[in-house]
């Protein structure tokens, strides 16, 4: 399960690519973020939110089946 440290690293990497102009498959395969309180603490929702925003952004067609 990934935890807020995860979200951010995912957008770093799209944001590489974005920056290169290059286009990038996902592969979304997890049950759902961490649920502990201390993922919460660290920003979880913030960082899922602000992934989702800037993904809305991209060019590149996101699928997810």
């Keep these: 399960m990934p935890k807020p440290e995860g979200y951010r690293k995912a957008l770093r990497v799209m944001s590489l690519e974005r920056s290169l102009d290059g286009r990038y498959s996902t592969f979304i395969?997890?049950?759902g973020a961490?649920?502990?309180i201390d993922?919460?603490?660290r920003g979880q929702a913030e960082?899922?939110?602000?992934n989702?925003?800037?993904m809305a952004k991209n060019k590149v067609p996101i699928i997810v089946q």
């Excluded at 960082?47 to 602000?50: F, L, R, S």
């Design 39 to 41: 993922a919460e603490e």
């Design 47 to 50: 960082a899922i939110a602000y």
């Design 34 to 36: 961490y649920p502990g």
């Design 52 to 54: 989702l925003r800037e």
């Design 29 to 31: 395969d997890t049950p």
